[in-house]
Structures are given as structure tokens and as C-alpha cells.
């Protein structure tokens, strides 16, 4: 019977491949025509819509039970601010590797 020693150097079939590590054979190029963009619109649009909870619903809801239109604008650009502000915060997270409280 043969025990292994800690000194042993640990096989790289034993090694576990990192599911978010970047492997430069899946890498695309991105589209460079209208309609080439237009295959990402559908999977965009369903990532924005899910960003969007229950929050923001009541508080656009009320915001416009209380002034009516007058601060729908507001809205619409908090709207658009949060889908961008959380794809970035996306992004630096997947290159960095680190949680994005920790860049701030």
C-alpha cells in the first residue's frame, strides 16, 4: 500500500478548469452590419427587462400617482442609467475577477 506524500506535484488532469475563465477559441467577432446586431437585440432586451424589479415599478407607479407627468423623464433616464451602470459593472467584474463593491 503506497501513500502519497504532499510533496507530490498534483497531476493537470486533476486540475478543475475555471467555468469563468476566458478561452480565446470562444471569442467572436463582433457584427459589423445593422442586421448582424440585430441578432443580439432580443437577448439584450431580455437582460434589460430583468434588471428591472418589482422597486422600480412601485416607485414609478407612485412618483406618477403623486406628480403625474411632470417627472417622467426622470424615469426614463434612471431607466436607461441603471441598465448601463449595471452591464459596466458587469464587465469589470468579468475582467478583473473581483465583486464590483470592490472597485468602488
Known amino acids: 500500500m503506497t501513500h502519497s506524500t504532499p510533496s507530490e ?3 493537470d488532469t486533476a486540475r478543475i478548469r475555471d467555468p469563468y475563465e476566458l478561452d480565446p477559441a470562444d471569442l467572436q467577432d463582433p457584427p459589423r452590419t445593422f442586421r448582424g446586431a440585430l ?3 432580443g437577448p439584450g432586451m431580455i437582460t434589460s427587462a430583468a434588471v428591472v424589479g ?3 415599478l412601485l ?3 407612485t412618483l406618477g ?3 403625474g ?11 436607461f442609467v441603471k441598465v448601463w451602470v ?3 459593472l ?3 467584474t468579468i475582467s478583473t475577477g473581483r465583486v464590483a463593491v470592490s472597485g468602488c
Open 9 to 11: 506535484p498534483v497531476p
Open 54 to 56: 418589482s422597486g422600480e
Open 90 to 92: 458587469g464587465r469589470w
Open 69 to 79: 407627468f411632470l417627472l417622467l423623464w426622470l424615469v426614463l433616464v434612471s431607466t
Open 39 to 41: 441578432k443580439f437585440l
Open 65 to 67: 400617482a403623486q406628480v
Open 86 to 88: 449595471q452591464i459596466e
Open 59 to 61: 416607485t414609478a407607479t
